[in-house]
């Protein structure tokens, strides 16, 4: 998925959908660990690129709390 499209798709989700998104991606990452450091070359790649969104998602939240509480 191309970055564009991903953040595009990030910032339509709701809080609940990122939440969720994040524990499914906290979750990808340790299995993804735990396969790494079983030797599997493949799971280095994919590793970086679930951080990147695991941290592209986090980033949203955050701005999503911060908007909240400056208009309050």
Known sequence: MKRHDE???L???SDEELR???GRLKESLFR???KLALGEVDAVKTVRREKKTLARVQTM???RQLEQAATK
Request: hydrophobic residues 40%; without cysteine; aromatic residues 6%.
């Open 7 to 9: 953040l595009e798709r």
């Open 11 to 13: 910032h339509n989700m």
């Open 61 to 63: 939240m955050r701005r």
């Open 32 to 34: 993804l660990n735990f």
């Open 20 to 22: 969720e998104e994040a």
